[in-house]
């Protein structure tokens, strides 16, 4: 099936520091990927959705200059979480569409997910 | 009103046990619905799509009703594998992104 690689797995950071997270689709190509964030006890909230070759869009209250979103390729998207702050840390986790000849799936395939713990 | 609401549980239920999970969702115009199972500190994944007509797949039997906006998993023949958070999902249109529940907390003991 569809893969989604995601990568740092986990990542611990001093309070300022940028970290930059990536998600790869390995077997086949996405125009647009997902990116959501999990605090714990809580359900995966949509921060933006990552367009191959243009802007992010973002969702309320998600500052799209704090979380900088790439999608430079079909095959990779990355989100950098710049000046990070303890409170950005959470589960972060990229999702891709798969698009198969009748269109999209409705199914959407996950990466591992980053766990980010800023001090 | 949350987009889609769950009971977080948990539920504590013996091996071989039946369960029942509900879900509801606010929007009428949502198109497709899942299952996806996600154990701690892991990623979701598919457990199964839901389809009107309602569908099983093994132990798993999932119903959909649109006039209710009213979504469940019943899981039979309980395992312990089988303790996880059920996410309760919903896609208003194809190619965005899915909509979550909070997660409906699931332990199955021996």
């Known amino acids: 099936g569809a893969v989604v690689s995601q990568h740092p797995s986990w990542v611990i950071c001093k309070s300022g520091t940028s970290v930059k997270i990536e998600c790869r689709s390995l077997?086949?190509?996405?125009?647009?990927m997902f990116w959501y964030r999990q605090f714990p006890k809580q359900s995966l909230m949509l921060m933006a959705t990552s367009n191959e070759g243009s802007k992010a869009t973002y969702e309320q209250g998600v500052e799209k200059d704090k979380f900088l979103i790439n999608h430079a390729s079909l095959t990779l998207s990355t989100l950098t979480v710049t000046s990070a702050h303890p409170e950005d840390s959470s589960f972060y986790i990229c999702s891709a569409d798969l698009i198969l000849a009748g269109g999209n799936t409705g199914e959407l395939f996950f990466g591992e997910g980053s766990r980010l713990t800023v001090l | 009103r949350k987009e889609v609401e769950q009971d977080p549980g948990p539920f504590n239920v013996p091996e071989g046990a039946t369960v029942a999970f509900n879900c509801t969702y606010s929007n009428s115009a949502s198109q497709s619905f899942f299952w996806y199972r996600q154990d701690c500190r892991k990623e979701p994944k598919l457990l199964m799509s839901?389809?009107?007509s309602g569908n099983e797949d093994g132990r798993f039997t999932a119903q959909l009703n649109r006039a209710s906006q009213y979504i469940s998993l019943l899981i039979r023949d309980s395992k312990l594998s089988d303790s996880a958070t059920y996410l309760c999902?919903?896609?208003?249109?194809?190619?965005?992104?899915?909509?979550f529940g909070k997660g409906t907390t699931l332990s199955v003991s021996s």
């Open positions: 999902v919903v896609n208003i249109q194809a190619g965005t992104a899915l909509i």
């Open positions: 077997d086949f190509q996405a125009t647009t």
């Open positions: 839901v389809y009107s």
